[in-house]
């Protein structure tokens, strides 16, 4: 994987170079504004950005309201190396380090509808347990039908009696020959109503962290049934809760070893929570962005918003935030890359990321006035979504208390 400040290089001749790393100018060309991305992440900025405004933001508030988005989206981001990156290779991946992640998950989100980009991306906490720790022939099944679009993967760990607690879920999958008989539910599970492949968190032994287990389950499962959830906010995010009924799974779908599910899921954890960091840092921005376009236009008491002291003060502890939450994760991506593990930072990022976006969709919402309570603006949308965010991938204080832990308090 490339640090920061080199190029992506193929590592043989057989490696996928998408169309938008072929077609960059030599590095000599371009002007670096930032140490952290090269040439190649800023050709990849400019293929998500046209993709973003062609085909997501004009149809966001629409998805929104329906409650849904095409099927159709998914081969679309498949075809311009989105859904790929990060994955191997060998499965129709791309190479990307940390800041392709930053790139991708921070210019989805200039369409303000974090319910877009939940589903369309569910397959980055749904399929990295499969690409780690399933048997060659599943990966070799199952990824190149996700990475390519033609299939959604979901992850589903939370339960209807707890959500953080993930070492005492109670799904139980029993071995019954050459099958796990899986019997439980699952709830909050993002794309949950479409998805075809859910990997699923099962108890397969005794209590705790130990006898936790992942399996493969596919949607068409016999005994599997859904239910659609009515949300806050990610609305056109399909949410359910799943029931397993004696789901009957072949042993073949096992995700790892039996009992090693917990250290899976763990680190498919800090990633997620990266991903989050960055779209909500982005999501803040967004606020920040809307919240001076409307401050220069509107026009109160004979002047602009803008020109009025407690609003120009508003925007500038927005823009202080936004750009300290920035930093923070790029510097933290940096050291990832350097082969570091700062769980501790990593939770207190992802909480300073969401605190960042609350306080400014907020104050958005705030300069906008009655404008900021209607529906169809960016800022009022991002609002209805800040606790979702604030919740999910482990709630605010899950992460003090797990950051806590780790500085050996």
């Known amino acids: 994987m490339a640090r920061p400040g080199q190029?992506?290089?193929?590592?043989?001749?057989?490696?996928?170079?998408?169309?938008?790393?072929?077609?960059?100018?030599?590095?000599?060309?371009?002007a670096m504004k930032s140490p952290f991305y090269t040439a190649e992440h800023d050709a990849f900025r400019d293929v998500m950005r046209r993709f973003v405004e062609k085909e997501i933001a004009p149809f966001a508030h629409e998805w929104d309201e329906a409650g849904e988005f095409p099927r159709a989206l998914y081969r679309k981001a498949a075809e311009i190396g989105l859904l790929g990156l990060g994955f191997p290779e060998e499965y129709?991946?791309?190479?990307?380090?940390?800041?392709?992640?930053?790139?991708a998950s921070q210019e989805l989100a200039q369409a303000g509808a974090g319910g877009i980009s939940a589903s369309l991306m569910s397959h980055t906490i749904g399929s990295p347990p499969i690409a780690r720790a399933a048997r060659p022939e599943v990966r070799a099944r199952v990824l190149p039908q996700v990475l390519s679009g033609e299939k959604i993967s979901a992850l589903a760990i939370t339960e209807p009696g707890g959500g953080s607690d993930v070492a005492n879920l109670r799904t139980r999958a029993r071995r019954d020959g050459d099958h796990y008989v899986v019997s439980g539910e699952k709830t909050f599970i993002t794309s949950g109503v479409r998805a075809d492949y859910l990997t699923v968190a099962v108890r397969t032994g005794g209590e705790g962290a130990g006898g936790v287990s992942l399996l493969l389950i596919e949607g068409d499962t016999p005994g599997l049934s859904r239910t659609k959830l009515k949300k806050m906010g990610w609305w056109a995010s399909d949410t359910a809760t799943l029931h397993f009924d004696a789901c009957r799974v072949p042993a073949e779908n096992l995700i790892g070893e039996e009992?090693?599910?917990?250290?899976i899921i763990m680190r498919n954890f800090n990633s997620e929570r990266m991903g989050m960091a960055a779209s909500c840092t982005a999501y803040a921005r967004v606020c920040l962005d809307e919240a001076i376009a409307y401050a220069k236009e509107r026009k109160t008491f004979g002047k602009p918003l803008a020109q009025h002291q407690v609003i120009r003060h508003k925007i500038v502890d927005m823009a202080q935030k936004v750009a300290?939450?920035?930093?923070?994760?790029?510097?933290?991506?940096?050291?990832?890359?350097?082969?570091?593990?700062?769980?501790?930072?990593?939770c207190m990022m992802k909480n300073q990321a969401t605190q960042t976006m609350a306080f400014c969709a907020s104050e958005a919402v705030q300069i906008f006035g009655g404008a900021g309570f209607m529906r169809g603006i960016k800022a009022e949308r991002i609002y209805?979504?800040?606790?979702?965010?604030?919740?999910?991938?482990?709630t605010e204080e899950i992460m003090k208390d797990l950051a806590s832990r780790q500085m050996g308090l």
């Open 259 to 263: 009992g090693q599910g917990f250290k």
């Open 7 to 30: 190029p992506l290089r193929a590592s043989g001749p057989t490696m996928f170079r998408p169309w938008w790393l072929r077609r960059i100018r030599p590095r000599g060309e371009t």
């Open 384 to 394: 209805r979504e800040v606790k979702v965010n604030a919740i999910g991938g482990g």
């Open 92 to 103: 129709g991946g791309i190479a990307a380090d940390q800041f392709m992640k930053i790139v």
């Open 324 to 346: 300290a939450s920035q930093a923070m994760l790029e510097m933290l991506a940096w050291r990832l890359e350097q082969g570091e593990s700062p769980v501790a930072e990593i």
